[in-house]
Every structure is written in C-alpha cells, then in structure tokens.
C-alpha cells in the first residue's frame, strides 16, 4: 500500500506519550504500509514530547505537539487518537472526545478508566455515538500464545471451561513519569491497573459474567522505601483472587511482582471436563490434552503469528491490536473488545481490591 494516497492516509493522534505512547508510535510506524500515519500528540510533560518527536523523525514523521487533548482535539488533524495517558487521566480524556463534534475513533490503553463510576459514564456517553469506534487495550488476548488458547476453547476442544487459573509472576512496576503509577488514587489499585487483563481473559475463556470476587494480598516487597512528596506508595505487589462466574466457572488469579527469577512472565491454564490447555508467554508454548488421552498424549507447540512485524513490549500483541482496530475502523469489523469488556474488567479489579481492603467476599453487584 505504498502508494496510498494522501486523502486515505488515516491520520493518528496519540494523547500522552509517556514509555507506551512511544510504544504506540513504534507499532503505527511497523505498520505505515496499512495506509497510516502519525501526525500529532498531546503530553504536558516535554522532556516526553522531545522523545516522541525524534522517534518520530527516525520514521519521517513530522508531529505536531500540543500539550493537552483539548488542543489536539481542536486542531481537527486525526482521525483516530490513541489514549495512553496516566489512568487517572482517561475518563476526562474520553468524556472529552466523544462529546467532541467531529468524531475520532479511539483506542484507549487498560485500564478503561479507575473506577466504575467513571467506566459506565463513559460507555453511556458513546452510547450516542455511533459515529466512532473505541475500543480498550486489553491486547493479552492477541499474544500468540494466549490467541491459540481462546481458539481452542472456543472450539470446545476442552469442553465445557470448569477452571481458569492464571499466574503472572513478574518484576515491580517500572518507574513512570512523576511516579504516578505508586498510588492506588492514580493506577485504581494494582488488581484494576495490571491484573485487568487477567480478568479480560478470565471473562473470555469462562464465556460468562463474574458473580463474586474472593482476595487476599498486600504490599510485602516493593517500593516500601520509597517516598514521594511526603507519602509512602501504597499499591499492593502480590495477591491471590478467587473469581465465580454466573455459569458455575471458576477463576484463580495468583500475581507476584517480585518474582523476576521466574522462567515465564504469565502461566494460564483453562480446565474443561473433558480435556485442559495451557499457554506459557514468554516462551511462546501451548500444551493441551484430554482426559481420555491421559499425561502421555498431551501436545506441545510453538505459537506464532506471521503477520507479526514488531514483538515490541508485548510479543507482538500491541501491533495486532493495532492491525484488527483499523480494521474495525474500516468498517470490516466491530470493536474488538469494546466498552462493556472495559467496564467488566475493572470492575473485577475493584471487587478484588475491595475485598483485600475489607477481608470479605465481594459481590460484582455491589460495585456495579
């Protein structure tokens, strides 16, 4: 599509371009022969803009650099904008863009927003928008691995889904701008700002809605030394979450983030009644089996994805996000995951932080 013309050209806006801003930008630029381009961002923070500007130029691309949406938003030069600003940030950003006459398309990074409140307003107010497509950033579910594993459940090569137990063993969370991302008032807690995307795939892999949320954490390790501007940080760095879902599927989330001698980042495992599946990430492994075949017949394969250019930080899945939401920006799909799959993900996270607090079961209904 080298020779697209100018006018098809889809024009990209990104609103903040803190460490996955650039990262956005990377992905567009893997996949410019779509007919895309970079034209403008919004970040307050210069010494971000300066860095989001020379990536830009190693591509041959010019940005235009405003220092806050409503002025990306005014100047009318996207099309589409990405939304990757600090958490706390999104629900204005998004209130903003919907309700802003010309209509962008938008992709907004997890979490939706960092409370339910503020997830549902935003869902109500696109509600009358039939003009734009958003969609959410919930791109674990396009890592090859984990994208082999949803095919073969949604194929029912494991039966009815009975178990879905998820491991994510990892390192802290890494330094940002400001150090928003040290308090809970800021990311929405760590079950809502990381473990999100768990709950997405928990939803998806169950096929059903969570009914209660059952946890158990705390910040044992991390960041406890730490002080900024006078406070101490107070985001948990390792939990264990229970999840029942209304089909009589269970989830089990159990996150450490200070296991950085761990050999896979993520272990997810999906448990039918008649067989069970397992995708490792970063190692890139599937096994599966059945209960009829037994331990010997169990199957080990590499998944990949050829239409993969760019691995980047999420091993591939952030550039096929990108490539499937411009195909629902054409018109050839709908949202990928849309605003609904937003909401019930952080809504989970909620219940989960909730319960640690008050150390008691926690109905969805409750904070729905």
Not at 224 to 230: C, F, L, N, S, T
Not at 282 to 307: C, L, N, Y
Not at 339 to 361: C, F, N, P, T, W
């Amino acid at each position: 599509m080298a020779d697209v013309k100018e006018s098809a050209i889809v024009r990209y806006g990104i609103v903040g371009v803190g460490m996955m801003g650039r990262e956005h930008l990377i992905n567009l630029h893997h996949l410019r022969d779509q007919g895309l381009a970079v034209v403008c961002i919004a970040d307050p923070h210069p010494p971000s803009q300066l860095l989001a500007v020379e990536l830009a130029r190693s591509f041959h691309w010019e940005l235009q650099v405003f220092s806050g949406h409503e002025e990306l938003l005014k100047s009318e030069l996207c099309d589409v904008i990405v939304v990757s600003s600090p958490n706390m940030t999104h629900h204005q950003i998004l209130i903003d863009i919907i309700n802003y006459p010309k209509p962008h398309h938008v992709l907004v990074e997890k979490p939706l927003c960092t409370t339910v409140a503020d997830c549902k307003q935003v869902l109500e107010t696109a509600k009358k928008r039939s003009d734009m497509v958003v969609q959410v950033g919930l791109e674990y579910r396009y890592m090859p691995p984990v994208a082999k594993l949803i095919e073969k459940v949604k194929s029912r090569d494991f039966g009815n889904v009975k178990m879905v137990a998820i491991r994510e063993h990892r390192f802290p969370f890494l330094v940002k701008v400001n150090n928003w991302n040290r308090f809970n008032v800021n990311t929405g807690g760590t079950l809502v700002e990381k473990c999100c995307h768990f709950f997405d795939l928990m939803r998806l892999f169950a096929g059903a809605n969570p009914l209660c949320v059952m946890a158990s954490g705390g910040m044992d390790v991390n960041h406890k030394d730490e002080v900024y501007d006078g406070k101490v940080p107070d985001i948990i760095d390792n939990a264990y979450v229970i999840i029942e879902f209304d089909n009589g599927c269970r989830g089990m989330l159990d996150l450490c983030m200070f296991a950085e001698g761990s050999k896979n980042e993520q272990e997810i495992s999906v448990t039918g009644d008649i067989g069970k599946g397992e995708a490792l990430v970063p190692e890139g492994i599937v096994r599966f089996g059945s209960r009829a075949q037994g331990r010997e017949h169990v199957q080990t394969i590499k998944a990949e994805d050829e239409r993969i250019k760019y691995e980047g930080l999420h091993h591939g899945s952030s550039y096929l996000e990108h490539l499937i939401f411009l195909s629902a920006i054409r018109g050839e799909r709908r949202a990928a995951v849309d605003l609904e799959d937003g909401l019930m993900a952080v809504a989970i996270g909620v219940a989960a932080q909730l319960s640690i607090q008050e150390r008691r079961y926690v109905s969805i209904e409750e904070v729905l």
